[in-house]
């Protein structure tokens, strides 16, 4: 469900937060101060970070900017009360979200779940091959460079992908993309399979199959 690294010094807040977090079925460890923190990192890999922001050795603004260049894990930051700069700064270094102390169990497991959700929203990409289809964004991309397809087009893409090496029925696929929109019509099909086809580069991944439709054969 979700590993996660508490660092915070005050054992009874990390405690509370490992108790509450667990009880929601998640794994967690704790670091009492930054480098224990850094040194977890490098050895185990973790969906979340629970970030204080005064801690001994390394402060957490510092543990950020290393999380930062070196990984793409969500991080909420806890900061005091007094801290409200801090929020800030936390943020605009690339915090997901904060929390001041002291806090509710009950908020601190609904932040972390917005994040966790958020996070793997964003990260919502298919690869095949060099084409990486971002089904949020509804971008496609070969490589670095941006393939501009239509609203219909993209549809059809996705429905071929998320149905890869079966072969689906013309009128099944008409349904699906155009719905209700329009009569069947034979051309419409055609034509933006045969765009897709060359924006792609997909002429022999994309198959006619015979007397049924197409299908994506990767
Ligand atoms: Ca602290």
């Not at 930054?34 to 185990?44: C, D, F, R, S």
């Not at 971008?139 to 393939?147: D, L, R």
Request: aromatic content about 8%; glycine content about 6%; overall charge neutral.
């Amino acid at each position: 469900m979700g590993k996660i690294l508490i660092v915070e010094d005050e054992v009874a807040i990390s405690d509370l937060i490992k108790i509450g977090l667990s009880a929601q079925g998640y794994q967690c460890e704790c670091a009492n101060d930054g480098e224990m923190a850094a040194n977890l990192m490098e050895q185990k890999s973790y969906d979340l970070i629970l970030l204080d922001v005064m801690l001994p050795k390394i402060d957490g603004y510092e543990l950020l900017e290393y999380i930062r260049q070196t990984r793409q894990t969500p991080v909420i930051f806890i900061t005091a009360k007094s801290q409200t700069k801090d929020k800030i700064k936390g943020l605009k270094q690339g915090a997901d979200d904060y929390i001041t102390k002291p806090f509710e169990i009950g908020e601190l497991v609904a932040r972390v779940e917005a994040v966790l959700r958020r996070f793997h929203k964003a990260s919502d990409s298919i690869e095949i091959g060099n084409i990486i289809i971002n089904v949020v964004a509804r971008s496609v991309k070969n490589g670095n460079k941006k393939i501009e397809l239509t609203p219909k087009e993209f549809d059809l893409l996705l429905l071929l992908v998320q149905n890869k090496n079966i072969a689906l029925y013309r009128n099944v696929i008409f349904e699906k993309v155009w719905g209700e929109e329009l009569e069947f019509e034979t051309r419409t099909l055609d034509l933006h399979i045969q765009r897709l086809r060359k924006k792609l580069g997909w002429k022999d991944k994309i198959k006619t199959v015979y007397r049924i439709g197409y299908m994506l054969e990767v």
